[in-house]
């Protein structure tokens, strides 16, 4: 039978965008063996390192040369603005693959000093083939940074995209081939996660998954694991992220950036600054210019250049933060800037403040993953760390204080990947980038992303 179609549908507009097909075991099967076939008879891994190289630089050539179209279509198919789109999808995407082309000829082992008279040397390998499975909020970007550092270290990808934004990494695997990328190294299969994503999981002939998404599908992939051949799985988990702001810190520089970490990208991005902690002496003054701020942010076509917060991914998620806004009022917490749907098309959020959270309510422990930011009050330092670390997440924290001795000792403190201070939603590919706690485990990112795709081989020779 062939596999049913998935409409893609433009969640400011209801348009229809294309359709894929909801993939299930047999097209896996077909796409997996032909990364097998790839990887095992050396068309991509046995290649020369300049000349894997050059196609690297080929690939964020050829994004480059798509950026206005590719930014157009991460739009349309995410709701987030073209500026977002362009400078956080397209332009993420192309430096990844730059990033790594400069990675496949640094790929380097060790010769190790041991006991007895032995040459001891390491050799890194590729980990085989790679199911990189991502999510809809940074479509291109997030595949980059899985299938970029992948092909560098010699492995073939099967690309896993979400059945809300498949459309973006079927260009890229395009561009991939365009670019000389052999049949193979990069394979897409579109579907949902129960059908497409499961069979990739489950798969016994796939060595390694990557993971981007929530925590609920990472226990579903750890199980997949289990059940199946045991393969390694590295996980990129979402966030309940705490910016603190202390009164010594250049207040004006925190209030722009805790605006932006929280409502950049309709407040769909993992590391979103959803837990504003403010010191008790500044606490009142700072809201009011953050609510003043975030009432006059314009909210609507993601593609008018005058717009600052795009629409929601689908009437799903959008149904599912306005539930938590209710359950948040019920709660105690205090409503103090939007809380509601804006228009009657599209799914579109105002961005939203809560004030009077406390720990232990829901607002201040799940990750919302829209535009509604929880605001906290501290005493102290101590009282600041001990809020920060409360939650079961540890994706990313910042701190905004003037004293560089606080500043250090809270960076060593907080319970998370990323530490920021005195700024906001700092990414570079050449730092790594992951959580702790149940925000996952391994690294994107830097040359740490090189582990992941890589095998150790020690190699003993007698002399
Ligand atoms: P999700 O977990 O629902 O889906 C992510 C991907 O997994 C999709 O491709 C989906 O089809 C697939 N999937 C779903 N069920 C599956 C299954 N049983 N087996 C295999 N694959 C399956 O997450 P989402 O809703 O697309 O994305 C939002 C989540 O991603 C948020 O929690 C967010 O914080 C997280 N996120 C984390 C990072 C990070 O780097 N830490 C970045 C972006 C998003």
Same mark, same amino acid.
């Given at each position: 039978?062939?596999?049913?179609?998935?409409?893609?549908?433009?969640?400011?507009?209801?348009?229809?965008? /294309?359709?894929?097909?909801?993939?299930?075991?047999?097209?896996?099967?077909?796409?997996?063996?032909?990364?097998?076939?790839?990887?095992?008879?050396?068309?991509?891994?046995?290649?020369?390192?300049?000349?894997?190289?050059?196609? #690297?630089?080929?690939?964020?050539?050829?994004?480059?040369?798509?950026?206005?179209?590719?930014?157009?279509?991460?739009?349309?198919?995410?709701?987030?603005?073209?500026?977002?789109?362009?400078?956080?999808?397209?332009?993420?995407?192309?430096?990844?693959? %730059?990033?790594?082309?400069?990675?496949?000829?640094?790929?380097?082992?060790?010769?190790?000093?041991?006991?007895?008279?032995?040459?001891?040397?390491? #050799? %890194?390998?590729?980990?085989?083939?790679?199911?990189?499975?991502?999510? @809809?909020?940074?479509?291109?970007?997030? $595949?980059?940074?899985?299938?970029?550092?992948?092909?560098?270290?010699?492995?073939?990808?099967?690309?896993?995209?979400?059945?809300?934004?498949? *459309?973006?990494?079927?260009?890229?695997?395009?561009?991939?081939?365009?670019?000389?990328?052999? /049949?193979?190294?990069?394979?897409?299969?579109?579907? &949902?996660?129960?059908?497409?994503?499961?069979?990739?999981?489950?798969?016994?002939?796939?060595?390694?998954?990557?993971?981007?998404?929530?925590?609920? =599908?990472?226990?579903?992939?750890?199980?997949?694991? $289990?059940?199946?051949?045991?393969?390694?799985?590295?996980?990129?988990?979402?966030?309940?992220?705490?910016?603190?702001?202390?009164?010594?810190?250049?207040?004006?520089?925190?209030?722009?950036?805790?605006? @932006?970490?929280?409502?950049?990208?309709?407040?769909?991005?993992?590391?979103? /600054?959803?837990?504003?902690?403010?010191?008790?002496?500044?606490?009142?003054?700072?809201?009011?210019? *953050?609510?003043?701020?975030?009432?006059?942010?314009?909210?609507?076509?993601?593609?008018?250049?005058?717009?600052?917060?795009?629409?929601?991914?689908?009437?799903?998620?959008?149904?599912?933060?306005?539930? &938590?806004?209710?359950?948040?009022?019920?709660?105690?917490?205090?409503? %103090?800037?939007?809380?509601?749907?804006?228009?009657?098309?599209?799914?579109?959020?105002?961005?939203?403040?809560?004030?009077?959270?406390?720990?232990?309510?829901?607002?201040?422990?799940?990750?919302?993953?829209?535009?509604?930011?929880?605001? #906290?009050?501290?005493?102290?330092?101590?009282?600041?760390?001990?809020?920060?670390?409360?939650?079961?997440?540890?994706?990313?924290?910042?701190?905004?204080?003037?004293?560089?001795?606080?500043?250090?000792?809270?960076?060593?403190? *907080?319970?998370?990947?990323?530490?920021?201070?005195?700024?906001?939603?700092?990414?570079?590919?050449? =730092?790594?980038? /992951?959580?702790?706690?149940?925000?996952?485990?391994?690294?994107? *990112?830097?040359? $740490?992303?090189?582990?992941? &795709?890589?095998?150790?081989?020690?190699?003993?020779?007698?002399?």
């Amino acid at each position: 039978m062939p596999p049913t179609d998935i409409a893609i549908i433009n969640p400011a507009t209801g348009a229809e965008l /294309g359709r894929v097909p909801d993939c299930g075991a047999e097209e896996v099967n077909r796409a997996v063996d032909a990364a097998r076939h790839c990887f095992a008879t050396g068309q991509w891994r046995g290649r020369d390192g300049s000349e894997k190289e050059r196609i #690297l630089l080929a690939i964020a050539d050829g994004i480059d040369a798509q950026r206005q179209s590719l930014g157009e279509l991460v739009s349309r198919e995410t709701g987030k603005t073209l500026a977002e789109a362009l400078g956080g999808d397209v332009d993420g995407a192309a430096d990844a693959f %730059r990033y790594y082309a400069g990675a496949v000829r640094r790929l380097t082992g060790e010769t190790i000093p041991i006991d007895g008279n032995f040459l001891n040397y390491t #050799l %890194r390998e590729p980990a085989g083939v790679v199911g990189a499975i991502v999510p @809809w909020n940074f479509p291109l970007c997030i $595949a980059a940074w899985k299938v970029a550092p992948a092909l560098a270290c010699g492995c073939a990808v099967v690309l896993k995209p979400s059945e809300l934004t498949p *459309l973006s990494a079927i260009r890229l695997a395009e561009i991939a081939r365009e670019a000389g990328l052999p /049949g193979g190294a990069l394979e897409v299969v579109t579907g &949902y996660g129960a059908t497409a994503g499961e069979a990739l999981a489950r798969h016994m002939d796939v060595d390694k998954i990557s993971f981007t998404g929530s925590p609920r =599908t990472a226990r579903r992939l750890l199980t997949a694991s $289990a059940e199946s051949n045991l393969k390694p799985v590295s996980l990129e988990l979402g966030g309940k992220s705490p910016n603190i702001v202390f009164a010594d810190a250049d207040l004006d520089a925190a209030a722009r950036k805790a605006l @932006w970490g929280i409502f950049q990208n309709k407040g769909e991005v993992c590391t979103a /600054g959803s837990r504003l902690l403010l010191e008790d002496s500044i606490h009142d003054a700072f809201l009011d210019t *953050l609510i003043g701020r975030a009432s006059r942010l314009r909210v609507g076509d993601p593609l008018d250049p005058k717009t600052q917060m795009g629409s929601q991914i689908s009437t799903a998620q959008m149904e599912r933060i306005l539930g &938590y806004v209710e359950r948040a009022k019920q709660a105690g917490a205090q409503l %103090r800037c939007g809380g509601h749907r804006v228009g009657e098309t599209g799914c579109f959020v105002a961005p939203t403040i809560f004030s009077a959270v406390t720990p232990g309510m829901e607002i201040a422990r799940e990750e919302v993953f829209g535009p509604v930011l929880s605001v #906290l009050r501290f005493r102290d330092e101590e009282e600041a760390i001990a809020i920060a670390n409360s939650t079961t997440y540890g994706l990313a924290a910042a701190v905004w204080t003037g004293n560089l001795r606080r500043a250090h000792r809270m960076a060593a403190a *907080l319970q998370a990947g990323v530490v920021w201070v005195t700024t906001y939603n700092g990414f570079d590919t050449a =730092t790594p980038f /992951g959580g702790v706690k149940q925000s996952g485990f391994g690294r994107d *990112l830097g040359a $740490a992303a090189l582990d992941q &795709y890589t095998h150790l081989k020690s190699v003993w020779v007698a002399l």
